[in-house]
């Protein structure tokens, strides 16, 4: 399941089954930005929340997130852009092409996550890849769409322990809630603009309830080498793509 190559990040990702990886084009990462953004600006037009259809500022429109409904959000967060998780592909492909090769298989559509600040039930429960039938081969590129200093962001445990921690929390018969078994090996990557996580189908991840004073908007999508079976539950959902 993990290739080896020279390459600092890379050497991360073989030893604890994640990473940073690194925008090859600041250009490319901002035009995926505004197309979200515009994507979202037409969906706010839709739910005919009219003091918000003329924002142009995307941190402006962060604070806004604060204040909507938890139906507004779900509705905002329907983005359906085919080209979006090639676009993702494209802006951090000198990366991904030394760990996957230049033949990939993609999710087509990009999951929007909006996390807001004061809020337990946009909170992504702690969970593998492997736990939601997604394929031992795939990757899941974790992309936020501004900086992320604190722990606000999504939360990771080596595969290594977290094999270790599915074992016990299996020992325990459920006796334990789960974020009470992990939350002792829980890091908080700190991302700059233009940089992703990217993990391994075994590594625990998920989010925490956060004071910040903005909602952490993100895009995750999954890649894995083309030549590996796909073994995932929904195959209509992933398309070929040779970068």
Not at 223 to 228: D, G, K, L, Y
Request: overall charge positive; some cysteine; aromatic content about 12%.
């Amino acid at each position: 399941m993990r290739r080896k190559v020279k390459n600092k990040n890379i050497f991360d990702l073989n030893k604890n089954g994640w990473t940073i990886i690194n925008a090859n084009n600041f250009n490319k990462v901002d035009k995926i930005k505004n197309l979200f953004f515009k994507e979202i600006i037409k969906n706010i037009k839709k739910q005919k929340i009219k003091k918000d259809s003329h924002i142009k500022d995307f941190n402006l429109l962060r604070l806004r997130f604060n204040k909507y409904s938890h139906s507004q959000i779900n509705s905002l967060k329907r983005v359906y852009v085919d080209s979006i998780s090639n676009k993702i592909i494209s802006a951090f492909s000198k990366d991904l092409i030394k760990i996957f090769g230049k033949n990939l298989i993609v999710q087509r559509f990009p999951q929007i996550q909006i996390h807001r600040p004061k809020d337990n039930i946009r909170v992504t429960f702690p969970h593998v890849e492997i736990m939601s039938s997604h394929s031992p081969y795939t990757y899941n590129i974790w992309f936020p769409l501004h900086e992320v200093r604190d722990n606000s962001g999504l939360f990771i445990i080596d595969d290594h322990v977290s094999v270790k921690l599915c074992d016990k929390e299996k020992k325990m018969m459920k006796k334990i809630e789960r974020i009470k078994i992990i939350e002792d090996y829980i890091k908080f990557p700190k991302l700059k603009y233009g940089e992703a996580l990217l993990f391994n189908a075994m590594v625990y991840h998920g989010s925490l309830y956060h004071n910040s004073k903005l909602s952490r908007v993100s895009m995750d999508t999954r890649v894995q080498c083309a030549t590996n079976p796909i073994y995932e539950k929904n195959n209509e959902f992933f398309s070929y793509l040779k970068i």
